[in-house]
């Protein structure tokens, strides 16, 4: 259970009786300067303020002491709390709620630096005047670092926490973060945060969930600068940390999780940058990109159902795994081990693509043909004529036959093993494999798709030096500096596969973009995961009168 912390209270403490009570946490930092800015607003607020510290277990005698002299010398009453060791943000915001006397509890992190020199005075007005349940002041980057490693960070909090108050009163339940977030003690005592949150993250997502379904959230304009921006790597090492909080949520809130994914999952995935110009949240639930396992890093909170193992197994129907931990590791993959695209492209240009490959799909090919294309098939060769949830795939023969026909024969893994869940050197050895299968038929092997689209930073690693690119499955075009070693590609399946395909073969008409199309089995009855011979025909028509080039990725990449 918790420890005792030590206490220590400035001598206007004992005499006040705040209104607000300012609350802030902090770990291996040290709040002096925020603590200086807040105290000059001392004489402004006249009481009706009070500052409650926590040092959530950094054991730095030296900084406590030096805390302990800066809130002695404040005006403002002042209350600092040192705990012999870390218990985490969530039951640290509780043991400040309870240490606090003010009716209202402000949570400002450690790393915030108010805008304004009327920062207090307005939370105390505001209280004075509405006595709000739940009111957040806004973050901003004003006075925040500008050096080039924070540059992710930036982009990151520019998009999903820098919103100015009108953008954020539309959807106000959307933006609730606990770094400048003023709670009324009774909405406190209702909804206190989840103790069985430990370490950074996810805690302040589950407490806004739970408490904007019962109380209105006010936005108003206050704002503070978060000065804390971290490096890519420092990022990444959070969110690895982070992944037992998200499952933590996941298992509070399935309903919550489960009923409403899309909005969720794009509330959560705002904390990550979005690096592809069109974004996959375009697509709904159709985001199924990357992932990384190497540093461990957001090892799967959200277990999914058992994948292909072993040679010669054949996959499970087509599934990512679909939990939000799963897209945020996707999601970050997308940051690391890039190597960027030089297209030249004449045109718009169309690839069709078919992964696994179901027999159904070879007949398709020629279809292609009469549009005067050819089709790119990333194939296992550890499935050959082997039966699966989409009937038989493509055999040995074949394969020959599609290369022979000038179809590209690319690498999907030789047992459909999981790039995400494979070591690195069983997923060097699969890949060589498969490699050395298909190129004896007279395929190029030269370009990989990722099974499942599960992707990993480790496996993007690996794969960059073997093939000229590497393939995703999430939605997006491919331009000038894209990413080779994760491309996105949008799908041919399911009831609107044809419509999705047709809207972003529109977008890369408009924007001159390469756009990379997959799909399973091509059949009158298609499983979910593939899509009829009609649609296959249509798309490509519809992309030729649009003026595209039908290429193989090959034919794009290694011209
Ligand atoms: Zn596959």
Redesign the pocket.
Same mark, same amino acid.
């Given at each position: 259970m918790t420890a005792k912390g030590r206490v220590f209270a400035n001598p206007t403490w004992k005499v006040a009786s705040p209104v607000v009570s300012v609350l802030i946490p902090f770990l291996r930092d040290d709040p002096s300067t925020l603590l200086t800015l807040l105290n000059e607003e001392a004489g402004a607020v006249d009481g009706s303020v009070e500052v409650v510290v926590l040092d959530d277990g950094t054991r730095d005698p030296e900084l406590t002491k030096r805390l302990t002299a800066v809130i002695k010398g404040m005006t403002l009453p002042a209350r600092l709390i040192t705990l012999p060791r870390n218990e985490g943000r969530s039951i640290g915001r509780n043991r400040l709620a309870t240490a606090a006397r003010g009716g209202s509890l402000l949570f400002l992190d450690s790393d915030m630096r108010p805008d304004y020199r009327r920062f207090l005075r307005d939370w105390a007005d505001l209280v004075a005047r509405e006595d709000p349940p739940v009111a957040f002041g806004g973050i901003s980057l004003l006075q925040a670092p500008v050096e080039p490693r924070f540059a992710v960070h930036r982009a990151m909090a520019t998009k999903s926490e820098c919103v100015p108050y009108t953008v954020r009163a539309r959807q106000p339940e959307k933006y609730v973060y606990t770094s400048n977030l003023l709670v009324r003690r009774d909405v406190f005592a209702a909804e206190a945060f989840d103790p069985g949150f430990t370490g950074w993250g996810w805690e302040d997502v589950e407490w806004a969930m739970r408490v904007s379904q019962r109380f209105r959230v006010l936005h108003v304009d206050n704002p503070a600068t978060h000065m804390g921006l971290d490096t890519v790597s420092d990022l990444a090492g959070k969110y690895e940390q982070s992944a037992p909080n998200f499952a933590r949520v996941v298992d509070r809130h399935p309903a919550i999780v489960s009923t409403y994914p899309s909005y969720r999952a794009a509330r959560l995935l705002k904390r990550l940058p979005a690096w592809d110009a069109a974004a996959p949240a375009a697509a709904g639930g159709r985001d199924r990109g990357i992932a990384d396992r190497d540093a461990g890093l957001f090892a799967a909170p959200v277990p999914g159902g058992p994948l292909c193992r072993g040679d010669r197994v054949t @996959?499970e129907p087509?599934s990512a795994d679909p939990g939000l931990g799963a897209k945020l590791r996707r999601r970050y993959a997308r940051l690391v081990h890039r190597r960027p695209a030089r297209l030249n492209l004449d045109r718009p240009t169309v690839s069709f693509t078919f992964?696994?490959a179901p027999a159904s799909a070879a007949s398709a090919a020629a279809i292609l043909e009469r549009h005067q294309a050819r089709g790119t098939y990333y194939l296992c060769a550890g499935l050959f004529d082997e039966t699966g949830h989409m009937g038989r795939y493509i055999n040995a023969a074949e394969a020959a036959d599609l290369a022979a026909r000038g179809h590209e024969i690319g690498c999907?893994s030789f047992g459909?093993v999981d790039a995400h869940r494979t070591d690195g050197e069983a997923l060097l050895d699969d890949s060589g494999r498969n490699v050395a299968a298909l190129t004896a038929l007279g395929g190029s092997a030269r370009h990989f798709a990722f @099974?499942?689209g599960e992707v990993s930073p480790a496996a993007k690693a690996r794969l960059a030096d073997r093939y000229g690119s590497l393939r995703g499955v999430h939605a997006g075009l491919v331009r000038e500096g894209s990413d080779l070693n994760q491309l996105p590609a949008v799908g041919i399946e399911g009831d609107d596969g044809e419509a999705v395909a047709r809207h972003w073969i529109d977008r890369a008409v408009e924007t001159g973009a390469w756009l990379i199309l997959f799909t399973h089995d091509v059949s009158d009855k298609p499983s979910p995961w593939g899509c009829t011979p009609e649609a296959l025909d249509r798309l490509a028509a519809h992309a030729r009168d649009a003026g595209c080039d039908l290429k193989t990725v090959g034919q794009v990449l290694d011209r």
């Open positions: @996959p087509y992964d696994d999907h459909h @099974p499942y």
